[in-house]
């Protein structure tokens, strides 16, 4: 067995990880958590990795007595979270926390050569530059658990030397207000947004897909891990989430990869890569589908994806403070406090600041303070 090491363990990635590491060949090294405990005491109990985290200072004193029975050392901070992404033993560390939490402890993996399962896009739309170089420097892998990711990933397995990859394809399913107009925007609730139609996902990402926003951060997120110029990195909305993603050669050849929706799939490719091992995931059934459906993304309606884009082509700090200003406007949106259309406006405002050039993952965390901050409503 090999050592894995879950970061947001009590998460819907983390649950799903959890489920298919065994089989996947792993034991659990760490695990760590924000702050509840409740769940994630249970999880220690059955899965009793050596090492627990929570980045919560109090909530991790009380999960120190709550399970003072047993043999597991409990850290705490971003300080606990970088200790356990570097653990010595560790033969993979899984990021599946959400947010720009997750940077450093990508960056502590890497720096002490672990290869990284990566579901945390937040880290490589805020920090890609940096944590491709070190990606480079530590000569580790950094394997995509998002499953568009995971699916060009898989589309590029056998690449040949010569001739090259034309454009990658990533498929959005549109999310809850597909079809909506502006207007119809203007009115939709927290509760709306909640209600994904295919995935069942954790609330910020949920948000974000409704927003589109998250097919802006996963542009620049596949721009990062494959190295792709943003002008060559399309979306097409496609409702049933079955092509998870396609790679299109210079030869016209375009390459899928399908399946029902389940990201236990991507969760164990990343766990097993390069092979592949039974699951038990729901077999795909065309005939039982009979048709897929595809659409232009609607930008007018939609503008998130169109302002993530403009943020990867003006490069160094914009992409980091769109991505601070969306947290920071999802959980005010969540809270109530702010209309859903807000959510792209208020990304799109940062476009027009003068931001100074980031030169080390430091300057990135500093405009996430500052972006984060300026955010009111
Ligand atoms: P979630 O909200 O369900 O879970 C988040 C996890 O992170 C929880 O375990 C929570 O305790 C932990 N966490 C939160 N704040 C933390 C902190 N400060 N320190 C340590 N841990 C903290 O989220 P999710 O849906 O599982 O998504 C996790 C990440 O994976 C996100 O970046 C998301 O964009 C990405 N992702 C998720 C899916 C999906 O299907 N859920 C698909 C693709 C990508
Ligand atoms: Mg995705």
Request: aromatic share 6%; net charge neutral; hydrophobic share 45%.
């Amino acid at each position: 067995m090999k050592n894995l090491v879950l970061l947001g363990a009590t998460g819907s990635i983390g649950t799903q990880t959890l489920e298919v590491a065994e089989e996947a060949g792993y034991r659990l090294l760490a695990m760590a958590v924000g702050s509840r405990i409740d769940a994630f005491e249970e999880q220690l109990r059955r899965f009793r990795p050596a090492f627990a985290a929570v980045y919560d200072e109090k909530a991790a004193a009380d999960l120190k007595v709550r399970i003072a029975d047993l043999p597991i050392k409990v850290l705490s901070g971003m300080d606990g979270l970088c200790t356990l992404a570097a653990l010595p033993k560790a033969d993979l560390v899984l990021n599946a926390v959400v947010g720009m939490v997750g940077l450093l402890p990508t960056m502590a993996a890497i720096g002490a050569g672990h290869d990284v399962a990566l579901a945390n896009k937040e880290t490589l739309v805020a920090g890609g530059a940096f944590v491709m170089d070190a990606v480079r420097k530590n000569g580790v892998r950094l394997l995509p658990v998002d499953s568009e990711h995971s699916a060009v990933f898989q589309c590029l397995q056998g690449k040949p030397e010569k001739g090259r990859v034309r454009r990658l394809i990533l498929t959005a399913s549109g999310g809850p207000f597909f079809g909506y107009t502006k207007e119809k925007l203007e009115t939709v609730t927290p509760q709306m947004a909640l209600k994904h139609p295919n995935w069942s996902m954790g609330a910020k990402i949920t948000v974000d897909s409704a927003s589109m926003m998250n097919k802006g951060l996963e542009i620049i997120e596949a721009r990062w891990l494959f190295d792709m110029p943003e002008d060559r990195i399309d979306v097409v909305v496609h409702r049933e989430s079955v092509v998870h993603s396609l790679v299109e050669y210079d030869d016209g050849a375009v390459l899928a990869q399908l399946g029902e929706p389940d990201m236990r799939v991507p969760i164990q490719y990343a766990l097993t890569y390069p092979d592949r091992l039974p699951s038990p995931v729901k077999r795909l059934s065309l005939a039982d589908w009979g048709r897929l459906t595809f659409f232009a993304p609607d930008d007018a309606a939609f503008p998130a994806m169109q302002v993530c884009r403009e943020a990867l082509r003006r490069g160094g700090a914009y992409p980091a403070a769109v991505n601070a200003v969306n947290e920071r406007a999802v959980a005010l949106f969540l809270a109530g406090k702010l209309p859903f259309s807000r959510i792209p406006a208020l990304a799109e405002e940062t476009l027009a600041k003068t931001l100074p050039t980031p030169s080390s993952v430091e300057d990135i965390l500093e405009i996430d303070r500052c972006m984060r901050s300026e955010v009111t409503k």
